[in-house]
C-alpha cells in the first residue's frame, strides 16, 4: 500500500546527542515536511522540501537540518544544538507546485523524549 | 507572509447536534487552499476537507462542511450529527502557491469534546 512511514514510532535521546528520525514515502509525491508538535499545540514546521536536493526552512529550523538525496526519503535530525528537542514529529508528504489543493499525506509521528 | 488562527482553544458539542469551528487565515495570495484535519489522541492527521480559493461553491464531505466567506478570509469547518468519536483535536491549514510554494502552514488547533 502507498503511504508514508516514519521510525521509530519512539526514540530516546541523551542530552548531547544528535539523533535522525527517518522518514520514507512512496505515493511519489515531490513536497515533503517536517513538523513540530508540543503537547495541545499546533503544529509548526521545521523545514521542507519541494524537490530533490532543495529544501527551504520554516519557522523552527534552528538545531534541525535534513536532506533530501532521494525523492522517497527526507530524514530530519535533530542535532545537540537544539534546547528542547522533546516533541512529537510528523513528517508529511504532498504533490508539489501548481497544485494548491492537493492534501498532504501524514506519517504515524516518532514521539522523541530527552533523557 | 501566510498565516492560520483558530481563536477556539476548546469546544464542547452534545452528541448528534451541530458544531462550528472557526478559522481565519491571511495571505495575500490570490491563489490558495484552504484544508481542515483531524487529530485523534493517537497522533495521526487525518484529512478532511479542502477548499480552493476560486471555488464557487462551499465544499461538503459526508458530515462535513466549510462555510468559506472569502471577503472576510474565513474557512469555518461545521460538522453536523456530531458522534462520541469526533472528540478530537481539529486543525486549519493553507497552503498559497505563488507567494509560498509547496508551504503548508496550520493553525493552533480546536480541541474538541463531544458530550453523550
Known amino acids: 500500500d502507498g503511504g508514508i512511514t516514519q521510525s521509530p514510532k519512539y526514540l530516546f535521546r541523551k542530552e548531547g546527542q544528535n539523533v535522525t528520525l527517518s522518514c520514507e514515502q512512496n505515493?511519489?509525491?515531490?513536497?515533503m515536511y517536517w513538523y513540530r508538535q508540543d503537547p495541545g499545540q499546533g503544529l509548526r514546521l521545521i523545514y521542507y522540501?519541494?524537490?530533490?536536493?532543495?529544501?527551504q526552512k520554516g519557522d523552527i529550523a534552528e538545531g534541525y537540518s535534513v536532506s533530501r538525496e532521494k525523492k522517497e526519503s527526507f530524514p530530519l535530525t535533530v542535532t545537540s544544538a537544539q534546547k528542547n528537542p522533546t516533541a512529537f514529529y510528523l513528517c508529511?508528504?504532498?504533490?508539489?507546485?501548481?497544485?494548491?489543493?492537493?492534501?498532504?499525506?501524514f506519517g504515524q509521528g516518532t514521539r522523541l523524549t530527552v533523557v | 507572509a501566510q498565516k492560520i488562527t483558530q481563536t477556539q482553544p476548546g469546544m464542547f458539542v452534545q452528541e448528534k447536534e451541530a458544531v462550528t469551528l472557526d478559522c481565519t487565515y491571511d495571505?495575500?495570495?490570490?491563489?490558495?487552499?484552504l484544508f481542515w484535519y483531524k487529530q485523534p489522541s493517537s497522533g495521526e492527521m487525518i484529512f478532511l476537507i479542502y477548499?480552493?480559493?476560486?471555488?464557487?461553491q462551499n465544499a461538503t464531505e459526508g458530515r462535513y462542511s466549510l462555510n468559506f466567506q472569502k471577503a472576510r478570509k474565513s474557512a469555518n469547518l461545521v460538522i453536523s450529527a456530531s458522534q462520541l468519536g469526533d472528540s478530537a483535536m481539529y486543525f486549519c491549514?493553507?497552503?498559497?502557491?505563488?507567494?509560498?510554494?509547496?508551504?503548508?502552514?496550520f493553525g493552533e488547533g480546536t480541541q474538541l469534546t463531544v458530550n453523550p
Open positions: 522540501s519541494q524537490i530533490v536536493n532543495d529544501f
Open positions: 477548499q480552493g480559493s476560486y471555488d464557487q
Open positions: 505515493l511519489n509525491h515531490d513536497a
Open positions: 491549514a493553507m497552503r498559497a502557491q505563488e507567494t509560498s510554494g509547496s508551504r503548508l502552514t
Open positions: 508529511a508528504s504532498s504533490i508539489s507546485q501548481g497544485r494548491a489543493g492537493t492534501e498532504a499525506f
Open positions: 495571505t495575500s495570495d490570490p491563489s490558495y487552499g
